[in-house]
């Protein structure tokens, strides 16, 4: 059985394997999770509703996971803190699925923040570079991405490079300890588990 995750990015590949590690040992028989790129974000949010509902017809299709980054998304979003841009940027593009089996989540800001949940992961000459505030609060105005390129620009003397360096990151990265700082990402890992486990 399947669940299909609808990404903006081909760098997104990676993801999969990394939310299988939390998922996987919770479940009786391990799914797949199947990445489907919508080849960035204004073609996501044209696309997302009709691709969805084609994925979600499929009958080993258990369920669809929708995931972009928050930052750069750009969303009509109200005034208001971030958390109430959130929530209405999942229930704005849901509504448009309009299907109980799809759920929209956010990184926040990108998919990098969750990377700042274990400092350990990082190079060396960079661990101390890495912020102590809770990852997901890595904001719009310096987002991950762009904190990391700098780290590793000026202490590396090298570029960092999301399909490179962040594939490598996610792999050691632990899903427990991401899970457990980011508030997020534990709503994302959540959604995957119930859908999952649709009897339960």
Partial sequence: MTILLYVEGETEKY?????????????????????????????????????????????????????????????PYPDGRVEEKYQWARTHVESRVRNARFRQHFAM?????WLFSEPRIF???????????????????????????????????RKYTKPLEGAKLFRALDPDIACE????????????????RPDN
């Fill in 15 to 75: 993801l999969p394997a990394f939310f299988k590690r939390w998922l996987d040992p919770k479940l009786k028989a391990p799914v797949r999770i199947e990445p489907i790129n919508l080849a960035g974000v204004a073609n996501y949010l044209k696309d997302i509703q009709r691709r969805a509902n084609l994925g979600l017809a499929q009958p080993h299709v258990m369920g669809g996971v929708g995931l972009i980054d928050l930052y750069g998304s750009g969303l």
């Fill in 109 to 113: 800001h990108e998919t990098e923040a």
């Fill in 123 to 157: 190079p060396r000459k960079i661990r101390d570079g890495i912020p102590d505030s809770p990852p997901e609060t890595v904001n719009l105005n310096n987002p991950p991405s762009r904190r990391l390129g700098n780290l590793y620009r000026t202490r590396l003397d």
């Fill in 181 to 196: 700082r980011c508030p997020h990402l534990a709503l994302l890992f959540q959604d995957l588990l119930d859908l999952a």
